[in-house]
Each structure stands twice: as C-alpha cells, then as structure tokens.
C-alpha cells in the first residue's frame, strides 16, 4: 500500500496552470526580441544529388535580407551519430535537406529570397528501402558509411553499447522447443509524433566565441552539452528553455535547427529565429525509425521461450543521431519481456534516402515489439497459450538478469507486473473475450471484433544523471535549480511537490528556476521515464540536504540535536513538541542555504506498461474502429493522479496506438517526397472518435527514492501498435503484418483485393470467410457452453 | 444580374477596423512596417501587430484549431482569416476571457484548471475559444455535442478526456 | 503569405469586372478556407496578383424554396447549410454532406459556392514549394502525373484521363443526387451547368472570368429516402475517401426513383446510372442493394493503389440504398423509412 502523504499522490494545480488557460504561458515564438531576423531554409528537392552550383546573388540583394549562407560559407559543424553530417553540406540526402540559409527582416522576406537561390543540381540514384540500400551496388549516402550501414553503438553509452542480444546456445534452445516459429514482421511506417508546436531556436552570437539560444525542447541543458561538441568545442553556449508546446521526445535533438539560427546570427551579428512551419515539421524534422525484423522463435508449450534468433533492421533515414541508442536500449527492453536463456539477435541501422528517424516516446523498444512480439505471437497460436498468461510468465521477475545499454549485465531489483496485468485483464474482461487466436471475441454481420494486448518497459527510468539545488530562504520559502522545461507532463510541478513534501513548505511557496544552462547544474533531461525517479532523486537529495543544514544551523537555537528537529510550515522544532518553535528566519536574514543533490544512472529497475484492446473491423470496408482501451501499469507511488492520467490518455497519440490504425509518414516510392506534410492527410485523433480508455495504475512501492516512485508515463504510446495488430488479426481471421492496418490491408487479408489490386468475387469472398469464422466461433461458444453448464 | 451593368471594378481598402476583445482596433493596410498587408492572417496580426501571443500558430494552414478565435461569436481559425476581411467584426482571443477589470478567469479557463485539462497546454488556447462559442450558443451541452465542438481542435497529448470533464463542468446549464 | 493585391468586391458584376481585368491572374476568395492553402503553399506555377473577396457581395447567402425549386446562394454558408431546417427536413442528404466537411471551425466560415469549386486535394499537385516543391504535373500542364505510378490511395478509380486527382467536394456529391444545376454568371451573362457534369478532369467547367452565383435544386418527385455517407479514415477533417449521395423514393413497396452519386472516386460525381436503372421497379432488399452496389463500380479501373475502393463503393452504394448508417451492424433488414441515415456515433 502507498504510504499518505501531505503533497505526494494528492491532486494539485500545475503551477503553470494559470498561464496556460489565460494564454499567458510563454514558448519559444511568443518570447519577443530586440532587433530580430528571421531565418529560413532552403530545402532540397532531389533525394539523393551533388550541389554543383549554387548563386545567391539575387537573394542577397532583395531589400531586407541580411544573410544568405551555403554549404561554402559555414564552418564545418558535425553531427550525427558518427558524425558524419555537416550542417550545411555540398551533397542533399533526402528531399527537404538543408540547402542554403536566410536571414531576412521578416519571415515572408526570407521566404522570397529562397527562391532567388539559383541552385544546380546533379542529381544522383536515391535508395528508400532499407534491404535495397544493404546491397551492393545501391546508392551510398556517405563515404564514411560503407554499404549505408551506420557504425553500431554509441559512445554515449560507452565503449561495450549494446548492439546485439548473443548469449547461451540457440541451437539447444531450438531443440528443447515445443514449437519454432519465424516470421517477418515491420513497424515501417515512420509515423510522427508531431507535438503541436514546432520546432524552432532563436540564436543571438556574440564575438568571439559566445551563443545564447533560447530552445524548445525537453532539456535544454542537453541542448547546450550537443551544440558545445557540435561547434568543436569553442563556442560558448547558454541555452534558455521555456514552455515546450510538446515533444514526445523528438525534440531531445534539435541541434540542425538550433545550428541553422546559430550560423544566421554570426553572420548578422543579431539575434535570429527560425521556427519551421508545419510542413517542415513533418518532412524535415524527426521521424519513428522503421523497423524491420525477420525472428525465429523456440517455445515450449507451458510458454517458457527456449530460443530467439533473428535479424532487426532498422532503418533511420538519411543519418542517425540516436538510432544506435535506441537499438541499445531496444536490445535491452525485449530481455525484459522476453525471460529468455538462448539469443542470437543481430541488429544492423540502415541509412536511406528520406527524413531522419530520432527519438520519439518508446525510444527503439515500441519499434522492436511491434515487430516482434508478432512473432512471437505465430509460436503462441500453435501452441495455443494465452497472450496474457505468456506475458505475465514472461517479463522480467526479481533477481533476473539482462544486458542493459552499456553492455553490462545487471540484475533487476524491482517488483513482479504479473498482478498488474491480472488486474488489467479483469478490468478489460479479457477471460470473457478471449476466443483463442484468429478468433473474433464477437461477430455482427459484416463487423468482426478482436481483442489484443501488448507490454513494454524499460529500465531507462534510472538513466543518465541529474543534479539540483534547493536554496532556502528565511522567509519560509525555497526555490529548486533544476534545468528542466515544461513539456506537458507536469514534472516541474512534480519536483514542487516532492520538494514541498521533503520541506514540509505548501507549494505555493516554492519556485523552480528557469530552465537556462547558465544557472542550474547538470541535467540529462526528462526523456525515457526517468523524470519521477532520476531528476525527482536529485531534487529531493537537494531538498534533503538543505533541510539538515537548516537543521544543523539553528539546533543549538532549540537546544536539540538536529536529528531531532522536524520543520513544518517554515517552523522548526523538537519532534513531538511544536509547541517551541522557531522560523527559518533563525538562519539569518541575511542568508540562504543550498543544498545539492545528485543522481547517479542505476538500471536495476524496470517500469512496465500492459495495454489491452478492442477493435471492431467492418469486412465490407476494411475499417478498423478502436472500442476499448485498458492501461494497467504498477507506479510505485503515483506523484500527480491526473498528471498521470493524462500521461496514460497519451497512448493514443504521438505515434502510439494510432500508428497502428491510420498514422503513418507516406513516402513517395520513386522520387521520396514525403507526400503528407500536412496535418490534414497525416492523420491524428479527434475528440469525435475518443473510447473509453481505463487504466488501472497499481502503487507497489519501489526501491527508487524516498517516495518509492517510478516514472510510467512514457512508456504508454508503446505497447498499443502490436495490441492492435493482434486484434486486428483476430477479429479477421488472418495475420496481418504491417502497420497501420489500413482498410486495403485489412481488404488484402480478407481476401477481398488479390495481389495484383484487383477485387475478387466479393459473394464467394464473404461466404468463405463468413463460413470459417463462423464455424470457429460457434466450436468455441459450444464448449464454453458445455463447461459453463458444469461449473 | 448581368455583368455587363456599370462597369466599376472591385475596390481595395485604405483602413480596417475592427475590435478585438471589446477594444477598437484600427489598421492601416499597406506595406509600411506599421502597417497591415493585404495577405496578413488575423493570427499573424494579434500575435505580431498586436502582441496577443496567446493565440497559438501549429499548422497554419487550417487543420489543428490552435489558432481558433471568435468573431462575433462563431469560433473561426485565425490562421485562416484576412485581417482585411474584418472590418467591422468582433474578436475575442485568449486574452479576452478573463475579466479585465478583477482579473477573474472565465469559468471555463477555471474549470480547464481544475481538471488539469491540458499537458503541454499548447492547443489549450484553441481548445477553450471552441468550447466558449460551444457555450455562448447552448448552455447545457451533452458529452457528444462537446466532443463535436471540438473536433476540430489538434491536441497530441491526449488531453481530450480532461478538456471534455471541463467544458462539461463549467456549462452554466449543465447538470455537473 | 506573398502579397497580393485585396479588392472587396460589393456585387458579383464588380467581382466578375475585376476578374476580367486580371485576366487570370485574380482569385475569388469566399470562405477562403481552400484558397490559403493554395497561397500558403505556393503549389501553383502561378501566384495570384489579386484576390477578389466576394463576402463583401451583399445577400448572396440565401437559402430559399419557390416553386419546388431550392435556391442556394454560392455565399451561403455550410454550418448554416447543415442546420437550415428547410434542408434537414427536405435535402437531408445535402444536410449530412455540408456536415461532414471539414471541422466546425471552417464550416463556420466555408461557403457553398466555394466548396463546390475547391482545387483537388493530389498530395502530388498539393506538394508545398517550401520543402523542396512544388511537384510537376499533368493538371498544371508542366509535366506526367507521378500518381499513376506513385501512391495513388486516394485517386480515381473511374474516368480519370491525364490526372486522376478525385473531386473532393462533399456537397457536390448530394447536389448531383438531386440533379442540381450551378447558376453562373460571366462576361456574357448567365447560364447554367448540371453539378454532375461541372468537372473534368483537367479542372471545371467555369471560363476564366466565371463566378458560382446560386445553386438551384429542383424538387423530387415524391418523398425520398436520403442518404449521404462519407467513408474516411478518421472523422472530420479528413476528405472522403469514397462517398455515396442516394435518393430512392418506394411507392406501393417497389422502388420507382433511384439516384446513386459517387464521390471522390473519378474526377467528377458519378451518377450510378446502370444501379440506378436496376433498382426502378423493383423492391429495395438487401439483395437488390448489393446488386445495386455491383452495378454501381461500372467502368472502374483501379490504379495500383485504390482497388480497395471498389469494395468501399459497394458497401456504401449497399448500405445507402438500404437508408443504413456508414458503421452499420447488421445488413438484415432496411428498417422502414430512415430519413437521412448516418446518425453521429456514441
């Protein structure tokens, strides 16, 4: 049972609240600037071409354009993971990449001046599939890149990075198997996450070797840590972040554009922003990375796996940044569902010609299950084992192991998920609906339904580091030093409670400070679902530590030992005796105290999300409807219950649930325009389609921190896609393999449109599939019957 | 109507006026940087000629809602409306809802507090200017027809089941 | 967006003087909730140099009956379309579509007129100048059409010839059900164009100085079932993917009038003629719907891409002939008269 707490677990206004439903709260492109240009990109309209010349002549000298740079003008900045891609570079890798810059007097000036760029092209063979770009012969994107391969692993995460799951024997593994399986399944369709506002920078350069940025993003701390390297490591950056209109973890790297406004100002000598529109967001900006993987599985009948061998290729579009990460922590994540004595799981990340994949919420696990629980989904039907009884059989349990991003093996310390998916299961009624695999749970006519579940978890909710401050004031009040912004999931608010309850001060009376690198120490940011236990430890330590010295200082005041002492409310005294108190104010009025705490990376601690689902197809048009959504994760302690709530609801959007029903990124096959930058034909959820969505949130304390919490709300996008697929095959019949399950691929399953894209005879079609199903389901019904009638 | 009747042509405008949440507003249309052009957005000119940032910009094009206003009323997209085409009309933004005199919150900006209705908050702007022409025109709404008001407003975060709780709540008909 | 020149026109004669004027080079603006797209987007070779506003045209927004006959301003709004009570009550099926356009915000704005006249909404065509656009094309005359051998989901599956973007107006597809006619005014005057033979497609029907003044509907004979249904991946926003107007009026329990629209399937609306002959004298059964649904994909050929529309078609001519709703359980029985069918869901 969660223990009571005065701040923590209790629903408390966000301290932005205010701000945010006045209009008042202030993101990146409502910040107003003395002297401002504004900086456009000109973007490439080849996939794969040389620059061979490129005049800006005329662009230079349309009234109120201040600066046009190419790739001959700017130093040679390098990122990517190698870095391998200059900011601005003679060679244009996906259509949309960054040819030439503009800084003008306004937006739509700097718009008219791309078009006086005069550029020629020669245009070269462009790859857009990912095994077309392994073979020999293909396009190659960098010379530095031989066979478009990207090098695997990440320094990030140190010499021995995660880049493969090898270990025991496979070929016994097989052996001792029930059954084998394999399968290719691919998570291919590089859906978007697209927070609401764009992404943007407003860059002010001052002589010699200083910038200034003012950044949307998640952590601008990490910001001014990439830009730093990014710049060769001899310019000056201070990164200011405010209100962040959304990022789902795409805008942990928004180092081109942030580049794009550095470079303009230099060559202005004024500050300069660049928020891209739309469209640019769409093409130009952060995509899922595709997912492709062929598995063979080994399971014997009681669902123990013996054995997983395979390839997972994935596919990052024309470089990577964190794609070796993802695949790292993927490699780590899928152990974590997968108890598993016997692996041989090789990975390869693959560039191609299209927009970059990066970070999104799931951060490689999402990718990697929803290619390969299907697989193991083909093992589960012969055998005939219940998805909910393999994945409570199967995720991690105390004192297992895994090989975690690093490459070390750690050993998990954390609580076993199987009641939380009972509960979930129960709430969603999957016992009742469960019909076995390709079984509809309902038939009405021409409308099928199915059910399907998915899990994930990650034990990145202890990654990387985090430092804080908390200073106390003698008038009762304290203010935290943490380089956090606020992008949606309250946990500025958050690290106020946990503050507030460490300090026993109300909320009200403490401040967070802005979120600008120059001021606060050390922050990784809050990406995976570190933020509750990793930046909240750091906070609290902070807390803590001012607390004792506040303690320590005035103890000979009250005659105690500071151990004794409690403070409530600004006033301190012996525990047990408020009656003798004395105010913080017995510091000095001329003082404050700072208190620091740290968090060191700890990855013997796994979060778990399991995500079930209804659907209802209609076989006469291939239309997939969500009904039903049930969450059931275990948050040790939950901190805000409608902040978490909120996080839980985010499973539909941001590429979650959604990218297995109607999201996805369409690339053009021959000339890789990307053919829907728009927030019409890329389609999200409307408040005119919402279901019912419950989540069933247990509170297990953990040993995280002081309040014995972890962070869940991440994870929530990632479980639903392979739920959905699983649901979707049921309720038709037949599995399916992509994602999402448009109406021409439920259609294609069905029958009803053969190879060639012609429709077959729809009266037999039905008859068949009609006669199949029904057979099936009516077996089923009668044997429930029988042992109902028993019971 | 025949065209053939008195030859005169179409006429640009020199000034538009307008207000915008209750104050007058008069614009020169020109090129000048004081100035309004012709191919302004009303988004463009309350957030950059009239410092009312409030009123948020994310796809610009007319598919999200964030930048949802209402004049005379009716919520209509701001990023698809001409400054020029306003003359005469009421706006109301963000800004407006409040009142201007005790600083007390519209009750639906109140109640979008109290329900925690948003996350990143970006869309919230546009999410409360639909909801407020939703309860100028029917005070008593059910769940279904909140949802239909606001089909048309983008939020990613999935705050929608918050949103729908406090538009619900703060119907001064409504039975919450 | 680029400037341009604005002109608040104060009759439709000035609006059509001053397109003559501009010889090509204006725009008409009503809801402009398309015409930013265009001038935000720069897809066109051209830009315009003018924009003509037309909402400054007094009394153009009427919705009225004289004589059986429903006239329809071009300016008349569609949030005022979808909850004219003389429409729901006589037109549901043009009701349902001025509904089912867009969102509620644009449809506050949106005009009839303008609706009817929208560009196409080719991913190919649209593609935006800024990222690396815009696209060449068969329909601005300036290159192939990459749809035919490029992603083609949302194309015509029927009579496309050269371009084969699909007509995305959702109340043309209703208007041609009722064989409604455009008044339209010119240089030379007015006259008069059938909806359903109103596109083509390389563009529409209008001449260069053309406005859109009125929409008539002439009266049904007897009292029809209506029914519009839209399918689309995701509701609103989204354009149909494929759409289905029907009336069918059943006098002494056998069908004696039947008219089946198709949109978002050819350039144009199709009228289903052949399901429609079918359906003439015999009674509405689920049998004689899906037939009708057969009949109704006459002279399809799918590109690669969008055969899954011919299924779609189906259903919906089916389920539209039956007065069923678009996300219907069962097909059993037609249920007696549904006024207009596709109620909202839960």
Not at chain 2, 3 to 23: D, E, L, R
Not at chain 3, 34 to 45: A, I, S, T, Y
Not at chain 3, 110 to 136: E, F, K, M, W
């Amino acid at each position: 049972m969660a223990q009571e707490y005065r701040f923590i677990g209790k629903p408390t206004k966000r301290q932005d609240a205010a701000a945010i439903v006045t209009g008042g709260a202030q993101y990146l492109d409502d910040i107003k600037f003395h002297n401002l240009l504004h900086g456009k990109v000109l973007r490439s309209p080849h996939a794969h071409a040389y620059i061979v010349k490129i005049d800006k002549s005329r662009a230079e000298q349309l009234p109120g354009v201040e600066a046009v740079l190419t790739w001959e003008d700017v130093p040679d900045w390098i990122g990517g993971t190698p870095r391998v891609v200059r900011v601005l570079d003679r060679k244009v890798r996906y259509v949309g990449d960054a040819v030439a810059l503009v800084a003008a007097k306004n937006a739509q000036i700097a718009k008219e001046a791309l078009a006086l760029i005069e550029v020629v092209y020669q245009i070269l063979p462009a790859v857009f599939d990912l095994e077309e770009a392994m073979k020999p012969g293909a396009p190659q994107l960098y010379q530095e890149l031989p066979g478009n391969i990207v090098t695997a692993g990440t320094p990030a995460f140190g010499r021995n990075c995660l880049t493969e799951v090898v270990m025991g024997d496979v070929e016994k593994g097989f052996g001792e198997a029930d059954a084998v399986c394999e399968g290719t399944f691919g998570y291919e369709n590089i859906a978007n996450p697209i927070p609401p506002e764009p992404p943007g920078a407003v860059a002010h350069w001052e002589e010699p070797n200083r910038v200034t940025l003012w950044v949307s993003n998640q952590a601008s701390y990490l910001d001014k840590i990439i830009l730093f390297h990014l710049f060769g490591k001899k310019v000056e950056v201070r990164t200011h972040g405010a209100a962040c209109g959304g990022s789902f973890g795409t805008k942990l790297m928004s180092w081109q554009v942030q580049s794009y406004a550095t470079l303009l100002s230099k060559a202005t000598g004024r500050p300069v922003k660049i928020i891209f529109t739309k469209e640019e967001h769409i093409a130009a900006f952060v995509l899922r990375p595709g997912s492709r993987m062929h598995a063979r599985v080994g399971m014997k009948r009681d669902g123990t796996v013996t054995a997983v061998s395979g390839t997972w290729l994935v596919d990052t579009g024309y470089y990577s940044a964190t794609t070796q990460a993802q695949v790292a922590v993927g490699c780590g994540e899928i152990q974590l569902m997968t108890r598993c004595d016997n692996w041989d799981l090789k990975t390869a990340i693959v560039c191609t010609n299209r927009n970059a994949s990066g970070s999104v919420r799931g951060f490689g696990g999402q990718e990697l299950k929803c290619s390969f629980i299907p697989v193991l989904c083909l093992a589960m039907e012969k055998l005939n084992i219940d998805p909910v009884e393999f994945i409570k059989k199967n995720y991690v349990k105390p004192g297992d192991g895994y090989f975690w991003r690093d490459g070390d093996w750690y050993t998990y310390r954390g609580i076993d998920y199987s009641d939380c998916m009972d509960q979930g299961a129960r709430r969603f009624g999957w016992q009742e609906k469960w019909q076995g695999w390709l079984q509809p749970s309902a038939v009405d006519g021409p409308r099928r339904r199915g059910i399907g579940v998915g899990v994930h978890g990650n034990a990145d909710i202890g990654e990387d580091s985090s430092e804080a401050y908390v200073r106390l004031h003698p008038d009762g009040s304290a203010m935290l030093f943490s380089c956090i912004t606020e992008h949606g999931t309250g946990q500025r608010s958050n690290y106020v409670k946990m503050v507030a309850e460490v300090l026993q001060i109300p909320m009200e009376r403490i401040t967070v400070s802005p979120a600008d690198s120059l001021v606060n120490p050390f922050e990784y940011g809050p990406f995976g679902s570190r933020g509750t236990y990793a930046i909240g430890s750091a906070a609290i330590k902070a807390a803590e530590d001012a607390r004792r010295q506040l303690l320590e200082m005035v103890a000979p005041r009250l005659d105690a030992k500071a151990e004794d002492l409690e403070t409530v409310d600004g006033m301190i005294f012996v525990r047990g005796k408020p009656e003798k108190s004395i105010k913080w104010g017995a510091m000095g009025y001329e003082r404050t105290i700072l208190g620091y705490g740290r968090f060191d990376p700890d990855f013997t601690l796994a979060n778990c999300m399991t995500t079930f689902v209804e659907v209802e197809v209609d076989t006469e048009t291939g239309k997939v409807e969500l009904l039903h959504v049930v969450n059931a994760t275990d948050a040790g302690q939950i901190i805000d219950p409608p902040g978490l709530e909120g996080q839980l609801n985010g499973c539909l959007g941001s590429s979650g649930i959604d990218s297995a029903i109607f999201e996805e990124t369409v690339l053009d096959p021959i000339s890789g325009h990307i053919l829907n930058a728009n927030m019409i034909d890329y389609k999200w959820r409307t408040f005119s389609e919402l279901p019912p969505i419950d989540n069933v949130v247990l509170e297990t304390p953990v040993a995280s921190h002081r309040f014995k919490a972890i962070g869940v709300g991440e994870v929530a996008t990632s479980p639903g896609p392979m739920a959905i697929l699983m649901a979707v095959s049921n309720a038709v019949g037949v599995w399916l393999h992509e994602y999402p399950v448009t109406p021409e691929r439920v259609l294609k399953a069905l029958g009803k449109i053969n190879a060639n894209g012609k429709v077959n005879d729809s009266a037999k079609v039905n008859a068949k599939v009609n006669a199949k199903v029904n057979a099936k389901v009516n077996a089923k019904v009668n044997a429930n019957a029988g042992s109902g009638g028993a019971a | 109507m025949a065209a053939t009747n008195k030859g005169k042509t179409a006429k640009p405008a020199k000034v538009v006026a307008f207000s915008v949440n209750g104050k007058a507003v008069e614009l020169q249309i020109g090129s000048e940087p004081h100035q309004v052009e012709s191919s302004h957005t009303l988004a463009h000119t309350l957030r950059e000629t009239l410092g009312l940032v409030g009123t948020k910009i994310t796809c610009d094009n007319g598919a999200c809602g964030s930048c949802t206003v209402l004049i005379d009323g009716k919520a209509i997209l701001s990023c698809m409306t001409l400054t020029v085409e306003c003359q005469g009309k009421s706006v109301m933004t963000i800004e407006g809802l409040a009142d201007p005199v005790s600083g007390r919150l519209d009750p639906l900006q109140q109640s979008f507090i109290d329900h925690t209705a948003f996350q990143c908050g970006f869309c919230t702007p546009g999410m409360i200017m639909s909801a407020k022409a939703l309860l100028g025109e029917n005070a008593a709404p059910t769940e279904d027809e909140v949802k239909e008001a606001l089909s048309g407003n983008f939020c990613r975060c999935i705050s929608h089941y918050h949103v729908v709780k406090a538009v619900l709540a703060a119907a001064p008909g409504g039975s919450e | 967006m680029k400037p341009f020149l604005h002109l608040n026109a104060q009759t439709v004669a000035q609006a059509v003087k001053s397109l003559v004027k501009f010889e090509g080079r204006a725009r008409l603006n009503a809801g402009g909730t398309d015409l930013f797209g265009l001038l935000k987007d720069e897809f066109l070779p051209e830009y315009p140099e003018a924009i003509i506003n037309l909402k400054s045209v007094a009394g153009l927004n009427y919705l009225k009956q004289s004589k059986g006959i429903l006239r329809i301003g071009a300016l008349a709004k569609l949030c005022d379309i979808a909850e004219s009570p003389l429409i729901k009550e006589r037109y549901g099926a043009l009701a349902e579509a001025a509904h089912a356009v867009a969102s509620p915000q644009l449809r506050n704005v949106a005009t009839i007129g303008g609706n009817l006249c929208q560009d196409v909404r080719c991913c190919y065509y649209r593609y935006p100048r800024h990222l690396g656009g815009p696209i060449s094309c068969a329909r601005k005359g300036n290159g192939p059409c990459l749809a035919v051998r490029g992603d083609n989901r949302n194309h015509a599956i029927m009579e496309g010839r050269k371009c084969f973007a699909v007509c995305p107006s959702d109340t043309a597809v209703a208007l041609a059900a009722f064989d409604a006619r455009l008044v339209v005014v010119g240089p030379a005057g007015e006259r008069r164009i059938a909806v359903r033979d109103f596109y083509h497609p390389l563009g529409n029907a209008l001449e260069r100085d053309e406005i859109v003044k009125e929409i008539e509907v002439p009266a049904l004979a007897g009292r029809a079932r209506q029914s519009f249904l839209k399918f689309t991946l995701r509701r609103p926003i989204d354009f149909a993917v494929v759409s289905v107007a029907a009336l069918i009026v059943v006098e002494n329990g056998v069908c004696c009038e039947a008219r089946i629209a198709l949109g978002a399937v050819a350039p144009g609306v199709i009228r289903a003629t052949a399901a429609e002959e079918y359906l003439k004298g015999r009674a509405i059964d689920v049998e004689s719907a899906a037939q009708a649904g057969e009949l109704a994909l006459a002279g399809a050929r799918p590109l690669p891409k969008n055969a899954y529309k011919l299924e779609i078609v189906k259903t919906l001519v089916k389920r539209g002939v039956l007065g069923l709703p678009l996300e219907t359980a069962g097909e059993g029985d037609a249920g007696g008269p549904c006024p207009h069918g596709n109620p909202e869901r839960g």
